[in-house]
């Protein structure tokens, strides 16, 4: 009997050491390290409507091309590494995203100078970019209009309602969905 008590001890003595070391260990990515900070959309065309709180108001054409950049800071602590990001669909039968691209923005400048990130329109896909703590990422994601006819007459389709990060961080990974009304796309016909 003292036998098996002493072996279920020293069993329960190892599993409680291998415990203690492996917590030193443990890496997770933080919960939600960006906050979104600045919108910054592609040009407007012919029939278009303005850019609001609530979104952009765009006239659908087929074989459109349009590109929103979302600035995002990281608030957390540490450097996290974007790797990058897929948008929720309503419709992907008119409003396809093509590519989403990621890079590391400037620091912010001093005075009244605006940098925005917004760049050519590209069906390349992002390259993992690691943000330092107190840095932004520029994310921009590239859309592509088509089937245009599919619309209601005088309706309208809301699209780009959330986009949810990838990322990496302290050996763990992650991801973040993050909803911003005013980058949302109003399409009408």
Do not use: E
Request: with cysteine.
């Amino acid at each position: 009997m003292r036998k098996s008590l002493a072996a279920f001890m020293f069993v329960v003595a190892l599993l409680l050491v291998g415990a203690a070391c492996s917590a030193g260990k443990t890496s997770h990515a933080p919960a939600q390290p960006f906050v979104a900070v600045s919108l910054a959309a592609g040009m407007s065309g012919v029939g278009d409507g303005p850019s609001t709180p609530t979104g952009d108001h765009l006239r659908c054409r087929s074989g459109r091309h349009y590109a929103q950049d979302l600035t995002l800071r990281n608030r957390s602590g540490i450097p996290v590494t974007l790797t990058g990001g897929v948008l929720d669909w309503p419709s992907a039968l008119v409003v396809q995203r093509v590519a989403v691209q990621v890079r590391l923005a400037p620091p912010p400048p001093n005075g009244d100078a605006v940098i925005t990130g917004l760049r050519n329109w590209s069906r390349s896909a992002a390259t993992p970019v690691t943000i330092p703590p107190g840095r932004s990422a520029w994310v921009q994601s590239n859309f592509l209009l088509r089937n245009c006819g599919l619309l209601m007459p005088h309706g309208r389709l809301i699209t780009n309602r959330a986009v949810t990060l990838t990322f990496t961080a302290n050996g763990g990974q992650g991801n973040q969905r993050l909803s911003v009304p005013s980058a949302r796309i109003i399409l009408t016909r």
